[in-house]
């Protein structure tokens, strides 16, 4: 499932640079994380890497977008043209 950031963001900044798939960026309001880019950092990490640093856990899973591991997996190597 990808992640999203929900409301309580504080815009700490801490999230955006360890994202490998510059998956998130600043919204309107709060930094956002793009569904069809983030693969829970798999392929790169073991776990999210976004929620490690969120000193205020606001990142959850996005459920508009339910992804099993190998759907990860698929998408990680559509993002980097493996096959």
Do not use: S
């Not at 997996?73 to 993002?79: A, D, H, S, T």
């Amino acid at each position: 499932m990808a992640l999203r950031i929900d409301e309580t963001c504080i815009n700490c900044d801490m999230c955006e640079p360890e994202c490998p798939n510059e998956a998130i960026t600043f919204g309107a309001e709060i930094y956002e994380i793009a569904a069809e880019k983030c693969t829970e950092c798999v392929g790169h990490y073991d776990e999210p890497q976004c929620t490690k640093v969120c000193p205020i856990d606001c990142i959850e899973p996005d459920p508009e977008w339910v992804e099993d591991e190998q759907t990860l997996q698929e998408k990680f190597n559509r993002l980097y043209q493996l096959n």
